[in-house]
């Protein structure tokens, strides 16, 4: 059966991975502006504040990990009230050495492991706005190897850097997100594969996207009434199912055509269009040009 989760993660193309160690002592804190860019932090020893912009306060400990799939502001701080130091976030080429915040020398209260990559899909606002905005994970130490394997290959000049990095970010990404409690988790992709009624219906969507589906079949699938399906699926992950369903087959014909190994007539058969020509209505509908312009232009 085909899996949702990973072909999203496929789907955002996430590359380049900067990390750095950070770490704290004494009275300290910093501000990070709104990066937009994921972002990653593994604590590694000791302890620290979190507020992200739009989400609740938290405290990190030993062992937690933390995703911000678009990176809103935040601030990360020490427990004592602190003005903290502005740093704006440039994707540039990390510094090797450890990044010290509040008392200088001596033994740190807290040490991190920070991070951060893109994602080079055109689709990555649709793909990231299925995904909880702050992931926050306790205690997984598949987590904790794949951070250190991060943090160890983004450090050196290897060959093969690249591919391995791109390969890491995804496990990470998909460990990280199957890790979160799908009841805790905001409307998405993530919460709607939590949903014993609704993940038959996502995973028929992902495996056969060539078919015609109505909301009556999916809601089958469900093993709902249309009413009790749409309502529940648009609740939980966030859009209504036929503009679920649309997004996801607009999002895998932007990635068939950029790719340029099939006509648009192909591409158009492989995410259920009967024909070429209403797919490239719905197509220039939903992107704002028509698909072979779109595939010349890639």
Request: positive net charge; hydrophobic residues 40%.
């Given at each position: ?133 702050l ?29 391995v ?12 997100l ?22 038959p ?30 309502e529940r ?66």
């Open positions: 059966m085909t899996d949702p989760l990973s072909e999203v993660i496929a789907l955002l193309q996430p590359r380049t991975v900067f990390s750095k160690r950070i770490s704290g002592a004494g009275r300290w804190g910093v501000r990070y502006s709104d990066f937009g860019q994921p972002s990653f932090c593994a604590v590694l020893e000791g302890h620290c504040r979190l507020a992200v912009d739009g989400q609740r306060v938290i405290t990190l400990d030993t062992g937690d990990f933390v995703l911000l799939p678009a990176t809103p502001g935040f601030t990360m701080s020490s427990f004592e009230p602190v003005k903290p130091e502005h740093i704006v976030p440039e994707v540039s080429t990390a510094p090797r050495e450890e990044a010290r915040h509040g008392t200088r020398g001596g033994r740190p209260d807290v040490r991190l492991l920070g991070g951060y990559f893109v994602f080079d899909s055109p689709d990555a606002a649709l793909l990231v706005s299925l995904l909880p905005a992931v926050h994970v306790r205690g997984v130490e598949r987590l904790s190897v794949l951070v250190r394997l991060v943090g160890e290959e983004a450090k050196e000049q290897r060959s093969g850097r690249e591919l990095l791109t390969r890491l970010v995804e496990v990470l990404l998909i460990e990280a199957r890790s979160t409690s799908g009841d805790d988790a905001p409307p998405g992709l993530l919460r709607g594969l939590a949903d014993a009624r609704l993940a219906a996502i995973r028929q969507m992902h495996a056969r996207l060539t078919r015609a589906w109505t909301v009556a079949q999916l809601a089958k699938t469900a093993a709902l009434s249309r009413s009790a399906f749409f699926f648009s609740r939980t992950v966030g859009l209504p199912p036929m503009e679920y369903l649309l997004a996801w087959r607009m999002a895998v014909a932007r990635d068939l055509l950029r790719r340029q190994e099939l006509g648009v007539a192909e591409v158009a058969e492989r995410v259920g269009y009967g024909s070429a020509s209403t797919f490239s209505t719905a197509f220039s509908r939903h992107v704002g040009q028509p698909p072979g312009r779109y595939a010349r232009a890639g």
